[in-house]
T-cell receptor, first 113, second 114 residues
Framework: DAGITQSPRHKVTETGTPVTLRCHQT?????MYWYRQDPGHGLRLIHY???????DKGEVSDGYSVSRSKTEDFLLTLESATSSQTSVYFC????????????FGNGTRLTVT | GENVEQHPSTLSVQEGDSAVIKCTYS??????FPWYKQELGKRPQLIID?????GEKKDQRIAVTLNKTAKHFSLHITETQPEDSAVYFC?????????????FGQGTELSVKP
């Protein structure tokens, strides 16, 4: 299995608070992604990174920001959490980018009350 | 950008029967189509993928077919077993930006009844 660790695995937070989720990989892969999973919507891309300090928006980026200061870590921040951001968040990595599979972490279940 | 539609959303079959899940995509430039299986409470895991220069690919009881002209691809599972019960996702590559993004379908919950 790809070496991907997401933390925390579960988090409950209140509306309006900032939240940061961490994805750590030991594969030295260039590409990293944050997806959210909600019933009926599949997996939707929030942000992705194609190198250190190189990031771009996905389909559902509003309310989220990311940072990648080193190859192994990709952080997802909810600036001011809302109930609509209650979801399961998956980090994924890819070594070669285009036309190659993504390998997913175990996910973070976030509940915003 | 790319859009992927997946059908059906739920599928129930008897053990030993075949199951077929279909996906359509919108961007004719897409050239990579993976399928993922997600068991309850687990992460999605790649089960098979196909690239646009191939029309069909098989791996034991699983096969994927691709029709580039019609912009659709399908997952076929033969001789289904209870352990095939899971949610299956199709995806298509978005080739217009950096980073090898995958756009996913909405998922199909497959239930195999013993």
């Amino acid at each position: 299995d790809a070496g991907i660790t997401q933390s925390p695995r579960h988090k409950v937070t209140e509306t309006g608070t900032p939240v940061t989720l961490r994805c750590h990989q030991t594969e030295n892969h260039r590409y990293m992604y944050w997806y959210r999973q909600d019933p009926g919507h599949g997996l939707r891309l929030i942000h992705y990174s194609y190198g250190v300090k190189d990031t771009d928006k996905g389909e559902v980026s509003d309310g989220y920001s990311v940072s990648r200061s080193k190859t192994e870590d990709f952080l997802l921040t909810l600036e001011s959490a809302t109930s609509s951001q209650t979801s399961v968040y998956f980090c994924a990595i890819s070594g070669t980018g285009k036309n190659s599979p993504l390998h997913f972490g175990n996910g973070t279940r976030l509940t915003v009350t | 950008g790319e859009n992927v539609e997946q059908h059906p959303s739920t599928l129930s079959v008897q053990e030993g029967d075949s199951a077929v899940i279909k996906c359509t995509y919108s961007d004719s430039a897409s050239n990579y189509f993976p399928w993922y299986k997600q068991e309850l409470g687990k992460r999605p895991q790649l089960i098979i993928d196909i690239r646009s220069n191939v029309g069909e690919k098989k791996d034991q009881r699983i096969a994927v077919t691709l029709n580039k002209t019609a912009k659709h691809f399908s997952l076929h599972i033969t001789e289904t077993q209870p352990e095939d019960s899971a949610v299956y996702f199709c995806a298509a590559s978005d080739v217009h930006n950096q980073g090898g993004k995958l756009i996913f379908g909405q998922g199909t919950e497959l239930s195999v009844k013993p």
